[in-house]
């Protein structure tokens, strides 16, 4: 489903976090599902998705935060823009929760000094966003802010 | 002119990869129209880099221009950051479906 400009989607898989987490961290295993890679999971790494031919070139990506088998956030470069997808599984009665976050609005979000994650600007992008796709509030002042057909190019 | 190598800019989504241009849409939406310099005071480019960067926002259609003798005058136009939807949309089935293709790969590799 989409919330605003992020995408979120959750599954329950019959499987435990320690699975399904190995799922998302393991090239061989992401190169199943996802798409050729050459991840590894450690806070800092650079890694590629390939997504060609549906892309000219594979994304660059970062990892930024790893926390097994609970949270992992990266940063996927698509068309020039960064965008973050972040995992997030929970144990659910010998299941495994799986919450997809991919903010695909291209973000210039970054670590603040304190250890935290904030925007730049004081006008957020979103509202802006969200505006523009709201007709009712189109007049409202701003200052009140591994292999997928999605991104095949229309070209 | 982009940049060589630079991601060739035909959509909304182009418009918003850029950092500088985010910045230029965030002045722009503060309702009403902005002069040049307005939006070049704060962002750290070059006052031609910015033009630039307008005059692609425009070929896009997200701003439009008014001109009042030697001044030009800019507006978002709204609407058109609406495609951003589609966009999202294309995202909102890649994770569709890869999470599908994921449930398969458990399941045929517990």
């Known amino acids: ?155 | 002119m982009p940049a060589a190598g630079a991601p060739l800019v035909d959509d909304v989504f182009g418009v918003l990869a850029h950092p500088v241009r985010r910045q230029l849409l965030e002045r722009l939406a503060a309702a009403g129209e902005h002069r040049v310099t307005d939006l070049a005071g704060p962002v750290t480019v070059s006052r031609s880099a910015v033009s630039q960067h307008l005059r692609l926002m425009r070929s896009i259609g997200v701003v439009s221009e008014r001109r009042a003798g030697r001044e030009r005058y800019y507006r978002l136009e709204r609407e058109r950051l609406g495609e951003v939807e589609s966009w999202l949309m294309r995202i909102d089935r890649f994770w569709e479906r890869g999470l599908r293709r994921l449930g398969e790969h458990l399941d045929t590799h517990p």
């Not at chain 1, 890679?37 to 450690?42: H, S």
């Not at chain 1, 390939?50 to 926390?67: G, I, K, M, N, W």
């Open chain 1, 1 to 155: 489903m989409i919330d605003g400009t992020r995408v979120v989607h959750e599954v329950r898989y019959p499987h435990p976090p320690e699975r399904v987490w190995r799922a998302l961290t393991d090239p061989a295993e992401l190169s199943a599902w996802l798409m050729p890679n050459d991840f590894t999971a450690e806070e800092g790494a650079r890694f590629r998705l390939d997504a060609r031919p549906s892309h000219l070139e594979p994304f660059d990506c970062e990892v930024l935060e790893v926390d097994p088998p609970h949270r992992l956030r990266t940063r996927w470069v698509v068309r020039g823009a960064p965008t973050i997808v972040t995992f997030e599984l929970r144990a659910d009665d010998g299941g495994t929760v799986l919450r997809v976050e991919h903010d695909g609005l291209p973000t210039d979000e970054q670590p603040n000094f304190d250890g935290g994650w904030g925007t730049k600007f004081a006008i957020d992008l979103r509202d802006v966003l969200d505006g523009a796709r709201d007709p009712a509030a189109a007049t409202r002042d701003a200052t009140g802010l591994t292999h997928h057909p999605a991104y095949v190019s229309s070209r």
